[in-house]
């Protein structure tokens, strides 16, 4: 949310992929709310290849191009280890957080090489960088993404499409609700970050995805 506000508030157009519809509907009604721009909702499945195909296609048909893609879906499964992780566990990892940004890039590139212009921002994760424990299908999908991002740099940079992957350290829900169950851990990783808190999802991370 705080990612897609600070878009618009640039006077950006968005189209917002969610598979909850009312959570979908209600951040595109209040972005077009509260700061004029279009915004539209689309129901999707990131884990399903023929929606992300479908995302980018609905696109392309409604506003004509795809200038900015953002591939900031991502989760896991309830911490254990990896002895007691499954194939299953890996899989689920694998499709949220790695196939839904490869599948995506894959259905945007013909329309930003055509155009010879195109912005891709992955999300990856301290999670992976840092090898946290108990979370190895994250991890895994996270890290996949991070080597695709810096690949696709390589391949895609004569088309003038720039690709880049974050990891950022954000207070999201997420976040209060790991801070809620393990405050020790949460507060080792505060102390972690410079500035000592956690990045603001509109003015930190959204600010530096604008930016670029």
Not at 107 to 133: D, K, T, Y
Request: hydrophobic share 40%; proline share 3%; glycine share 10%.
């Amino acid at each position: 949310m705080g990612i897609a506000r600070r878009f618009a508030r640039e006077g950006a157009t968005l189209v917002i992929a969610q598979r909850k519809i009312e959570v979908g509907e209600c951040v595109a009604q209040s972005l077009r709310e509260e700061f004029g721009v279009r915004a539209q909702f689309l129901t999707i499945d990131v884990c399903i290849k023929e929606q992300v195909e479908r995302l980018i296609a609905d696109t392309v048909s409604r506003f004509g191009a795809i200038d900015i893609l953002v591939n900031n879906a991502g989760g896991g499964i309830a911490p254990k280890s990896l002895a007691e992780t499954s194939d299953a566990d890996v899989a689920y990892g694998m499709d949220l957080n790695f196939w839904s940004s490869y599948w995506a890039m894959q259905a945007s590139f013909p329309h930003m090489q055509e155009r010879g212009w195109g912005r891709i921002v992955n999300f990856g994760s301290l999670n992976g960088v840092n090898a946290h424990m108990h979370t190895v299908p994250y991890n895994i999908g996270k890290e996949a993404v991070r080597a695709l991002t810096r690949t696709a740099a390589v391949e895609w940079g004569q088309f003038g499409i720039c690709c880049n992957v974050i990891c950022p350290a954000a207070r999201t829900a997420a976040y209060d609700e790991f801070e809620r169950t393990w405050p020790e851990a949460a507060g080792a990783i505060t102390r972690q970050v410079p500035n000592r808190r956690m990045g603001d999802p509109e003015r930190d991370i959204g600010g530096g995805l604008v930016s670029g």
